[in-house]
T-cell receptor
């Protein structure tokens, strides 16, 4: 079946620290992979995506590389800011319209 | 361009009462999704529409939940009667279904936060 497993939180970092949030997946076929971010009181927003193996998605300083050999799509940022505090969801899509989400990882960045 | 619009943003009802949520997707998006998000969890699909047709409703509790998208644009999700366990955030999302096999991005609305007392 199709599923996403992401590291449990909460994660608390100091400003300017390096961030990694792990995500692994199982899928039938060739999925696209996504990271969504949810700020307090808001809906999910697409952060970045990758549609095939070895693609790197990037946005707002965040990056994730589609690793088929390890079935992973880890989210990284070199220097986090207080404004990055949110819940981050890893997701996969198969057939263009079936989406599966992880349970989310809460990130808090302290000044 | 306007995003996905949902209303109401918050709803508090007593158990056994009915409740309805409304969603207007991004213009031109033919695929519409309703998700339920429990506290501390990721979204779980309830139903997916392609235009006005419900193509995946396998996770919709049909004894109390119903949905419609009559003209293939906006959609309504209803719960009747509501139970305590229905307290959650109900998210609507839309995407443009392109060529078969292409991977399309979903865009989410802000959600409706439901509390059943």
């Amino acid at each position: 079946g199709n599923s996403v497993t992401q590291m449990e939180g909460p994660v608390t970092l100091s400003e300017e620290a390096f961030l990694t949030i792990n995500c692994t997946y199982t899928a039938t076929g060739y999925p696209s992979l996504f990271w969504y971010v949810q700020y307090p009181g808001e809906g999910l927003q697409l952060l970045l995506k990758a549609t095939k193996a070895d693609d790197k998605g990037s946005n707002k300083g965040f990056e994730a590389t589609y690793r088929k050999e390890t079935t992973s799509f880890h989210l990284e940022k070199g220097s986090v800011q207080v404004s990055d505090s949110a819940v981050y969801f890893c997701a996969l899509s198969v057939n263009g319209n079936q989406f599966y989400f992880g349970t989310g990882t809460s990130l808090t960045v302290i000044p | 361009e306007a995003g996905v619009v949902q209303s109401p943003r918050y709803k508090i009802i007593e158990k056994k009462q009915p409740v309805a949520f409304w969603c207007n997707p991004i213009s031109g998006h033919n695929t519409l999704y309703w998700y339920r998000q429990n506290l501390g969890q990721g979204p779980e699909l309830l139903i997916r529409y392609e235009n006005e047709e419900a193509v995946d409703d396998s996770q919709l509790p049909k004894d109390r939940f119903s949905a419609e998208r009559l003209k293939g644009v906006d959609s309504t999700l209803k719960i009747q009667p509501a139970e305590l366990g229905d307290s959650a955030v109900y998210l609507c999302a839309s995407s443009f279904g392109g060529l078969a096999g292409t991977q399309e991005t979903q865009y989410f609305g802000p959600g409706t936060r439901l509390l059943v007392l």
